[in-house]
């Protein structure tokens, strides 16, 4: 049991981690950003402050020319691993007239941290810091191992992907993946729908805007599209799966491409972004095919054509089974440092676990989290939720 001066004491550890992290930028050059090196930076010089030399650093340079950084961390002498992923990256601030606080600071206030990536994943990586700091190594009943991975937000080409390709993991290896849950700590993620993020390009004839007679409106035909393709993918792919939440495909339309710079020009290029979280009951090769069956369609009814790019396209692997080590001995130390029922599920969003499923090893995805603050304006993190997973993990690496 830990004493009010230890909690005392960790709980600033917290608040330092956040403030030095936070304002290190990692944002994807796909979003904008420069990638994660520099944070990465950062954090080897926390991990050898706590004392940590046993570690590794993975670089990898993308094809934006910016350099993708991941860094592992094991120690123990026992003969499997238990793995703790935490990714560094993070997406951008978005509208930043929505936020009260500043995104790239570390503001503490009632008990949180508000930040642009306090919750989604500096969470886990505090944890993560935290558990190294509190390290016995003499009690290990596995190999403790974290990977501080880069990438996740859009594919996790140069992060988890990378380290899988480089044989870090075992198959017998236990993965725990503390990157989406519940704010009572009761969820456990076994599974995952299929993503699929598709960039649509609708060409028309630009023109000016007092004479739409003369042109095509790209924007307007986009537009068009967009809605007929939204109730055909909702209609055509309507099955429920009550293992997720929500238990249905999802269909987004999301991200608009600047067209025109002024009012007064009909635009002959539109693009716009659509993100869909699918039931791994649907081949995406089936959704694919339908796509391409409405495009054909739309490009009889109007003079626009409509192209499309995969931003990516990740069919959902088979699930963990609730029966694996790694769930059965996460909900003992749940059960036994919480008193509550955990349960499992499956979510839309992708995690890091997805690739380590498909490559056969079992991987879970817990923390206690406060599920809709990801990816929003003030976005936060509980301490307490922190201080708590901490117990709970502890319970699952030592006993």
């Known amino acids: 049991m830990l004493s009010q001066e230890d909690i005392s004491a960790d709980t600033e550890f917290i608040i330092d981690l956040a403030k030095r992290i936070i304002p290190v930028q990692a944002i994807s050059p796909a979003s904008g950003g420069q990638g994660e ?16 030399r046993n570690y590794q650093r ?11 950084s991941n860094i592992v961390v094991r120690e123990g002498d026992k003969p499997r691993t238990i793995w703790i992923v935490a990714h560094i ?5 978005g509208e930043r007239s929505l936020w009260k606080h500043e995104p790239f600071e570390a503001t503490v206030k009632g008990g949180r941290i508000y930040g642009r990536g306090t919750s989604d994943n500096g969470q886990a990586v505090f944890t993560s810091l935290l558990l190294l700091k509190r390290l016995q190594r003499e009690r290990l009943r ?11 937000e859009v594919g996790s ?16 290896d236990l993965v725990l993946v503390p990157d989406a849950g519940t704010a009572d700590g009761r969820d456990i993620e076994i599974a995952e729908k299929s993503i699929l993020w598709l960039k649509f390009t609708t060409r ?4 000016h805007a007092s004479m739409p007679m003369l042109a095509v409106n790209a924007n307007r035909e986009a537009m068009k599209f967009m809605l007929k393709l939204d109730n055909g993918l909702h209609e055509k792919f309507n099955r429920q799966n009550t293992l997720f939440e929500p238990p249905f495909s999802t269909f987004e339309p999301t991200k608009h491409e600047k067209n025109v710079d002024n009012v007064n020009t009909i635009p002959g290029v539109d693009v716009q972004y659509l993100d869909s979280r699918i039931l791994p009951d649907y081949d995406l090769d089936q959704v694919m095919d339908y796509i391409d069956s409405v495009i054909r369609e ?9 192209q499309y790019e995969f931003f ?35 979510i839309g969003g992708g995690t890091c676990a997805a690739f380590f499923r498909r490559k056969g090893i079992d991987a879970a995805v817990w923390s206690t989290t406060v599920p809709e603050v990801a990816h929003q304006a003030d976005e936060y993190v509980e301490i307490d939720h922190i201080l708590n997973d901490r117990t709970v993990l502890e319970k699952l690496i030592y006993g």
Request: proline share 5%; charged share 30%.
């Open 37 to 52: 090196s520099k944070r990465a930076d950062l954090i080897c010089r926390i991990i050898e402050d706590l004392g940590i």
């Open 58 to 68: 993975y670089d990898v340079t993308d094809q934006y020319g910016a350099v993708r």
């Open 89 to 93: 990256d993070t997406v951008p601030v």
């Open 142 to 152: 596995y190999n403790l191992g974290i990977a501080f991975v880069a990438d996740e």
């Open 157 to 172: 080409r140069y992060g988890i992907q990378y380290l899988l390709e480089k044989k870090i993991f075992a198959r017998d």
């Open 204 to 207: 028309g004839k630009q023109y």
């Open 298 to 306: 739309f490009q009889r009814e109007s003079k626009a054509t409509v």
């Open 312 to 346: 990516q396209k990740e069919q959902a692997p088979l699930p963990t089974s609730p029966d694996s080590e790694i769930v059965q001995k996460l909900m003992e130390a749940i059960r036994s440092v919480r008193g509550v029922e955990p349960r499992t599920v499956g």
